[in-house]
């Protein structure tokens, strides 16, 4: 089982914190976050990542190293230029020979990523979401669901006047390989914003998995705090 960790972002609303520091090694608990993110995908199942680089890469490289720490084997995929979530996807394409896991490495959770998969195979959908309650979803990529929990719309940063649900994607995702046919080769191009209505116009089945853990989107210095503290909560725990 492989996965693709989105690791590559410039951390613009953490600054300074992120001044020298890619998003990925910010501390949690005293541990890097890309830490807690391969330990939770070891444990998920996952044996092989591809991690997109850009932001002080030789630092990510450094720490990580090849995986052997995590039990996984570790590849690198370095963007002199970002190519956004579903470009740096495509970029690497020939890593993937079969439905793979996309995992947006600033988001903290410790929810079992493997539902995703349990519902891509019950489901039989191009893709599977990772979807949480947000009051605002003004700043998120909002989630709009059938009752059997089939996506219908899904519209990135709604205007509040646009607002008809308040799921919003976790980015966490399983795809189909066929995914790989709605990304254009060597563009700037986003799921949220591009891959996803592209493959609802054309009729492609798309669910959510409804996360019933905890997760915080690590954009700013606020959600980072609130991420440290769970996090030591977690640490005391185990």
Sequence with gaps: ??????????????????????????????????????????????????INLHYYPEKVRNFVGNGNRYGLRIHYSYEPELLGTAGAVKKVENFFEEPFYVIYSDNYS?????????????????????????????????????????????????????VTSHYVSAGFLYVNRRVLDYIPEGEFCDFGYHVFPAMLNAGERICAVKMNEPIIGIDTIEAYEEANELSLGVRGCV
């Design 1 to 50: 089982m492989k996965a693709m960790v989105l690791a590559a972002g410039l951390g613009a609303r953490l600054r300074p914190l992120t001044n020298d520091t890619p998003k990925c090694l910010m501390p949690l608990a005293g541990r890097p976050l890309i830490d807690w993110t391969l330990r939770w995908l070891k444990d998920a199942g996952i044996r092989e990542c591809m």
């Design 110 to 162: 410790l929810w079992d990523i493997r539902n995703l998969k349990i519902a891509f195979e019950k489901n039989d959908a191009i893709a599977t979401v990772a979807v949480h309650w947000r009051n605002d979803v003004t700043q998120s990529g909002m989630v709009e669901l059938a009752t059997d929990n089939q996506i219908l719309r899904l519209i990135e940063k709604p205007k509040q006047k646009d």
